[in-house]
């Protein structure tokens, strides 16, 4: 059988990247060029930036990542790309070179759901992995609690009803004086801390046992900042980064732990930014132990936005049959499982 090269373009909020990625499950590239120290000055993603660099920095990307892999255009089967969820201009960066590349080289052309990759980049990590298992996707947009039945078909247990876990990891860095990116800062931080310094709220939802809410968790955070501040009391910051990150760790855990045993599956795996915490992995991996669960989690470097992952997920959508037209466009708020009509 033929080995399938895909070429794979992510660029959905502040990460230009590219990749090859051969059968869905081998890297043999992967290039990234972010803009952190950028966006960092302005204590988040500015959306109009970040735009104007994917426009720079694309076609560099593209051509390492095929030197890298030791191709040309010429060995790539299909051409792969983010078309939302993410930031529209972005997208439409990274929409539009693989539209063009296509079309140049008559290649099919593969729309990639962003949350979908990163559930695939447990498939490049864990070569055994396959369907069905439960997955936890926690980034800094999106926190969802999914069931994967087969490659490309998803069932949502659960999602955020405001802040995503990885959008109020953001907050509280802000507000203790952190600064942005805030999740790698307050995993770093809370090893210094006490989780049980503060005890924060762990929201529950009366209609909906998987879905999440951390604005009343962030917002808890904020309230004992500004008592502390009243009263003129030392607020230890690492105590904080801890305490707000254990209450987030145990509102995930808790919820996994429960569609674990509800559905009566015996696989685990994480995805997205937040999915590299290592106080979230830690603890899912003791409570995963406990039950006899076997536990996936990609490295680091997969878990934020990269084009392995959209590489990945392409291969999956192409061997299903899966094609795009030149029609293909940027769907800033595309809901996972939805598809591009």
């Given at each position: 059988?033929?080995?399938?090269?895909?070429?794979?373009?992510?660029?959905?909020?502040?990460?230009?990247?590219?990749?090859?990625?051969?059968?869905?499950?081998?890297?043999?590239?992967?290039?990234?060029?972010?803009?952190?120290?950028?966006?960092?000055?302005?204590?988040?993603?500015?959306?109009?930036?970040?735009?104007?660099?994917?426009?720079?920095?694309?076609?560099?990307?593209?051509?390492?990542?095929?030197?890298?892999?030791?191709?040309?255009?010429?060995?790539?089967?299909?051409?792969?790309?983010?078309?939302?969820?993410?930031?529209?201009?972005?997208?439409?960066?990274?929409?539009?070179?693989?539209?063009?590349?296509?079309?140049?080289?008559?290649?099919?052309?593969?729309?990639?759901?962003?949350?979908?990759?990163?559930?695939?980049?447990?498939?490049?990590?864990?070569?055994?992995?396959?369907?069905?298992?439960?997955?936890?996707?926690?980034?800094?947009?999106?926190?969802?609690?999914?069931?994967?039945?087969?490659?490309?078909?998803?069932?949502?247990?659960?999602?955020?009803?405001?802040?995503?876990?990885?959008?109020?990891?953001?907050?509280?860095?802000?507000?203790?004086?952190?600064?942005?990116?805030?999740?790698?800062?307050?995993?770093?931080?809370?090893?210094?801390?006490?989780?049980?310094?503060?005890?924060?709220?762990?929201?529950?939802?009366?209609?909906?046992?998987?879905?999440?809410?951390?604005?009343?968790?962030?917002?808890?955070?904020?309230?004992?900042?500004?008592?502390?501040?009243?009263?003129?009391?030392?607020?230890?910051?690492?105590?904080?980064?801890?305490?707000?990150?254990?209450?987030?760790?145990?509102?995930?855990v808790t919820?996994?732990?429960?569609?674990?045993?509800?559905?009566?599956?015996?696989?685990?795996?994480?995805?997205?930014?937040?999915?590299?915490?290592?106080?979230?992995?830690?603890?899912?991996?003791?409570?995963c132990e406990?039950?006899?669960?076997?536990?996936?989690?990609?490295?680091?470097?997969?878990?934020?936005?990269?084009?392995?992952?959209?590489?990945?997920?392409?291969?999956?959508?192409?061997?299903?049959?899966?094609?795009?037209?030149?029609?293909?466009?940027?769907?800033?708020?595309?809901?996972?499982?939805e598809r591009?009509?």
């Open positions: 059988m033929k080995n399938i090269r895909i070429l794979a373009i992510e660029s959905s909020c502040d990460e230009t990247a590219a990749a090859v990625v051969e059968n869905g499950r081998e890297d043999l590239s992967n290039i990234i060029s972010s803009q952190i120290d950028l966006h960092t000055l302005y204590g988040g993603v500015v959306p109009e930036i970040a735009s104007r660099k994917h426009i720079e920095k694309i076609n560099y990307v593209i051509r390492e990542a095929l030197e890298q892999a030791q191709c040309t255009l010429d060995d790539i089967d299909a051409v792969g790309v983010t078309y939302g969820p993410g930031l529209v201009g972005a997208l439409l960066v990274g929409v539009a070179e693989a539209k063009a590349i296509a079309f140049a080289k008559d290649l099919p052309l593969i729309g990639v759901h962003h949350i979908e990759g990163h559930i695939c980049a447990n498939y490049v990590e864990h070569k055994n992995l396959e369907p069905p298992f439960v997955c936890l996707v926690v980034s800094g947009g999106h926190t969802h609690l999914v069931v994967v039945k087969d490659y490309g078909e998803y069932q949502i247990l659960g999602k955020t009803r405001d802040d995503a876990a990885g959008e109020a990891f953001d907050k509280v860095a802000r507000a203790i004086g952190l600064g942005y990116p805030g999740g790698p800062k307050i995993d770093r931080a809370a090893k210094n801390g006490n989780p049980h310094a503060y005890e924060f709220p762990r929201a529950k939802i009366t209609d909906s046992v998987y879905d999440f809410s951390f604005s009343g968790m962030k917002s808890a955070v904020l309230n004992q900042l500004n008592l502390a501040k009243m009263k003129q009391e030392e607020i230890c910051q690492a105590d904080v980064a801890a305490s707000f990150q254990q209450a987030v760790v145990d509102t995930l919820r996994a732990m429960a569609a674990l045993k509800e559905t009566g599956m015996n696989k685990l795996a994480i995805a997205g930014g937040v999915a590299s915490n290592t106080a979230l992995r830690a603890a899912l991996k003791q409570e406990k039950r006899g669960i076997d536990f996936y989690y990609p490295s680091p470097v997969l878990c934020t936005d990269n084009a392995v992952m959209i590489g990945s997920a392409a291969y999956f959508e192409f061997i299903r049959g899966i094609r795009h037209g030149w029609d293909l466009n940027a769907i800033p708020n595309l809901k996972l499982g591009y009509e």
